[in-house]
Every structure is written in structure tokens, then in C-alpha cells.
């Protein structure tokens, strides 16, 4: 039994991968190890750049044709040597990308965050062009809100850094105190004695009860309120849809129905900040994030099922 790529094979045929990330990929069997983690060539070509390659098991590439099948454009990052292909500028090779788990980091998809430390941030291609693309790249996997180019300079992979980053620097210790040296004590000449008074008797004070202290109970450990976290999750949410509805107004190529689905989405948020930890109007949101660009049925539907649902919440039920 052979297999081989637990990410892409490809048996024939030219691959461009750019601007992705592919991770935690394996190729194995129950009774055959595979080969190519993430990329198995067997026959075409491969040209790659600016992406993240972190397979789970076996190597990041591996390829049965000729080196010159596969086409590094720079700014790649590999877990591994890359199987010596990723040699152009900008190429990182045996280094640890260090992702975050595969989580909901805004947007319709589910991403890898990059961490603090990750050597991918501000490491892309520093000439980027987002119009170099057939549609302008404007923003990364998640979409409208999450900009392709921060801080001047893009990172590598499919996700971009939105916070700014903050180079952590340890502090300097104070230095150490030299001990100064103690001078020698002079002698102290011994005073004359003098006669001491003979000692009237001192009355025995009758001890007084001693309070015992009563325990001190520690302060309850304060749990996160899950209402609280779902407010700021929603008002994050608000603060991209609006952006969007802002920057994409009066721009004639964008088709009305991602108007209509943006408009929709941003009034469902508003209902959900009023009832953060309701069911119903999470699967309504859910919809929208699952479903994209609506049509007219579509959306006269979830404007019907939203409106239902808010005049219950009013009415208490």
C-alpha cells in the first residue's frame, strides 16, 4: 500500500500556492508509511511562496521528479530543510512557526493564529503588491475587516496579525551593591562605678487574656461570566461588518447580495448584543457566516426568522 501526501498530491499538472498556510498533515497507512506530509510530487510542478509548510509527520515536500519541478518565489516558512527546494530570498527553513490551535479567530473559517513569537510576523514579501493578484488581495483568509498588509509589511501564511506587535524585552537587573569596608571600633574607656540603690519590691501585674485571632477566609476566585465574553466577541464582530459596509460603499464591482449579507449581518450583531447567550439568534449568525452572500428568498427568510424571535425576546419568551 502507498501513500503519499497528506496535504496535496500532485500526479500531473502545474501547482501555485501562495500566501497559505498547511499544517498538521500526515500520510500514513495502517500498514505503509507514507511520504510528503503536506506535498507529495509525483509528476508536474510545484511553484510556492510566501506560505507556511508545517506537516505533522514525514517531510513538509517530497518529490519524485527532477529539482527543477519545484519553484521556491521566497518568503516560505518550513518546519523542515524544505527537502533543499526553499532556497530563494526570504525563505525560512528548520524553523517552528509556532501556531496557535485551529480555532475561530474571526471571520467564516476557522484559522491557525500566528503567536506573539512567531517568526513568520512582518516576515512576507516586503514589495507586496495585493493588485499583482487577478481580485486585489486586500485581506487575509477570514475576509472583509482582517487586512492582508499591517504595520507596513505583510506576514507569512494565510493569516495577518491585526494587533500590534510588541517585541517583548527582558529588563535590565539593577547592579549589585559593593560592600564597603567597616571601620575598626576605637576603644571605649570603662566609666567609674556607682553605687547602686537597694531595689523596692515591683508589684506582679495579673496576666491579661490573650485574643485569638479569628481566620481570615480568602476572597472567592473570580470565574469569567460567559455574558461578558460573548459581548466582546459580538462587538468585535460589529466593529469588522461595520468597517466593511463602510469601505465597500459606492464601489459599483461589489454585487448587491454582499451588500444585502453584510447589512443583514450587521443588524443580526446589534440583536445579539442585546441577548448575547441566546440559541436562536446564534444559529441565525451562524447561517450568514456559513451560507455568505445571500439571495432575496434567502434573506427575506432570515429577516422573517430574526423579527420573530426579537418580538418574543420582548415579550419575555
Not at 172 to 189: D, F, K, Q, V
Not at 226 to 235: D, L, Q, S, V
Amino acid at each position: 500500500m502507498f501513500i503519499g501526501g497528506g496535504g496535496i498530491t500532485n500526479g500531473g499538472g502545474n501547482i501555485l500556492i501562495q500566501n497559505s498556510t498547511i499544517t498538521g498533515n500526515a500520510a500514513e497507512g495502517p500498514s505503509s508509511p507514507g511520504f510528503g506530509g503536506n506535498i507529495f510530487m509525483a509528476e508536474g510542478t510545484l511553484e510556492i511562496g510566501n506560505t507556511i509548510l508545517n506537516a505533522a509527520s514525514g517531510g513538509n515536500i517530497v518529490s519524485f521528479g527532477s529539482p527543477g519541478k519545484i519553484i521556491s518565489d521566497g518568503y516560505n516558512l518550513s518546519s523542515d530543510n524544505g527537502a533543499n527546494y526553499l532556497s530563494a530570498a526570504g525563505d525560512q527553513v528548520n524553523t517552528d512557526p509556532k501556531l496557535g490551535p485551529l480555532q475561530d479567530n474571526g471571520g467564516p473559517t476557522f484559522t491557525h493564529a500566528l503567536l506573539p513569537d512567531s517568526p513568520a510576523i512582518d516576515a512576507g514579501n516586503p514589495n507586496y503588491d495585493p493588485k499583482n493578484f487577478q481580485s486585489p488581495l486586500m485581506y487575509d483568509q477570514r475576509g472583509f475587516g482582517f487586512y492582508r498588509t499591517k504595520r507596513g509589511r505583510r506576514d507569512i501564511g494565510a493569516f495577518e496579525v491585526q494587533e500590534p506587535h510588541v517585541a517583548r524585552i527582558r529588563p535590565t537587573p539593577p547592579p549589585t551593591p559593593t560592600p564597603s569596608s567597616t571601620p575598626r571600633p576605637s576603644p571605649t574607656p570603662s566609666p567609674l562605678p556607682t553605687p547602686t540603690p537597694s531595689p523596692s519590691p515591683t508589684p506582679t501585674p495579673s496576666p491579661s487574656p490573650t485574643a485569638t485571632p479569628s481566620p481570615t477566609t480568602p476572597p472567592p476566585t473570580s470565574t469569567p461570566d460567559p455574558r461578558e465574553i460573548a459581548i466582546a466577541k459580538i462587538r468585535r464582530d460589529i466593529g469588522f461588518t461595520r468597517k466593511a459596509v463602510h469601505e465597500l460603499n459606492g464601489t459599483r464591482s461589489v454585487p448587491p447580495s454582499v451588500f444585502a449579507w453584510l447589512k443583514l449581518r450587521l443588524r443580526v450583531l446589534k440583536a445579539r448584543l442585546a441577548y448575547p447567550l441566546d440559541e436562536e439568534l446564534a444559529q441565525i449568525d451562524q447561517r450568514l457566516l456559513n451560507h455568505g452572500p445571500l439571495s432575496e428568498a434567502a434573506k427575506r427568510n432570515l429577516l422573517a426568522r430574526l423579527n420573530a424571535r426579537l418580538n418574543a425576546l420582548h415579550g419575555g419568551g
